[in-house]
């Protein structure tokens, strides 16, 4: 099970740190993404860090802004994100691709002044 954690209310330009973490799952054994759905608009991935070797992926929104990130120790894996924009506004969702694939819970981010 995955729960998504970290969200809220942030003035643009701010910045949050997202948590995904793991109960029942070892997450060094999964590649993580994170997703966000935006009001009225479809889930699009934001970042994915791989198993095993941690290479990292980013969309283009998020480039130069989002770091994602995992610590093993505490089977969490971590999307920040600065510079926040209203257009990051949305529900994040963490998913985990392993031997079983493992949506969590979402967290709101809102992005307003």
């Known amino acids: 099970q995955l729960q998504a954690s970290g969200g809220g209310l942030v003035q643009p330009g701010g910045f949050l740190r997202l948590s995904c973490a793991a109960s029942?799952?070892?997450?060094?054994?999964?590649?993580i993404a994170w997703f966000r759905q935006a009001p009225g608009k479809d889930r699009e991935g934001v970042a994915c860090?791989?198993?095993?070797?941690?290479?990292?992926y980013y969309a283009d929104s998020g480039k130069g802004r989002f770091t994602i990130s995992r610590d093993n120790a505490k089977n969490t894996v971590y999307l920040h994100m600065n510079s926040l924009k209203s257009e990051d506004t949305g529900v994040y969702y963490c998913?985990?691709?392993?031997?079983?694939?493992?949506w969590g819970q979402g967290t709101m981010v809102t992005v307003s002044s």
């Open positions: 998913k985990g691709y392993g031997s079983l694939n493992v």
């Open positions: 029942g799952l070892n997450l060094a054994h999964y590649t």
């Open positions: 860090i791989t198993k095993s070797d941690d290479i990292t």
